[in-house]
């Protein structure tokens, strides 16, 4: 009876732990340093599937993953992104959103939109259609986390962030590359 009932204490304390870290919808922002991937990074030729533009899942942003091509953003050849469009891109005051919850308080001026995301994703070698070793920040919540990208369907990922043991899943859907996905 004490198992069960110290069992169930630690899943809700996780379960409320884990909500108070990662929220609800979260959009991944790189941390240190903030800026725009088109200085270490470029478009890709499509050779993976997760090259393009992707609807994160409370579809409030864009995020474009490409191939990575410099130290800046990780090594060549893995996976790099950035937030490529925010559907409310203005704060309260009518100003562009910015990364106000980042932990250097030098970058908390940077401009949210453009910004890179999940980079240093490299293909599981053990696991087809899995990309993992990378690095994110969740700009919601001013955390850095360790990303694990899953394929989910030919127009669907699964998104994993989590800090130790804990962790949440966002399935990101697949965006027409022709939409106006511009900061």
């Known amino acids: 009876m004490w198992t069960s009932l110290i069992r169930r204490s630690v899943i809700i304390f996780c379960s409320v732990l884990t909500s108070l870290v990662f929220g609800t919808s979260a959009i991944f922002a790189e941390d240190v340093p903030a800026k725009p991937l088109a200085t270490g990074a470029t478009a890709a030729p499509v050779s993976s599937p997760l090259v ?37 891109p203005l704060d309260a005051s009518g100003k562009l959103r910015r990364d106000t919850k980042n932990p250097d308080r030098t970058l908390r001026n940077n401009l949210l939109c453009g910004t890179a995301v999940l980079w240093g994703l490299t293909a599981d070698d053990k696991r087809a259609g899995r990309w993992r070793d990378g690095k994110a920040y ?3 919540r001013g955390l850095r986390v360790n990303p694990r990208v899953d394929l989910a369907g030919p127009d669907s990922i699964r998104v994993r962030g989590s800090i130790g043991p804990f962790g949440q899943t966002e399935i990101w859907t697949r965006a027409d590359p022709a939409g106006p996905w511009k900061c």
Not at 59 to 74: H, N, Q
């Open 52 to 88: 393009g533009f992707w609807f994160v899942a409370a579809k409030d942003s864009v995020i474009e993953l490409s191939t990575c091509t410099g130290s800046a953003d990780g090594s060549p050849g893995t996976i790099c992104g950035r937030i490529a469009w925010i559907r409310d």
């Open 138 to 140: 969740i700009a919601t």
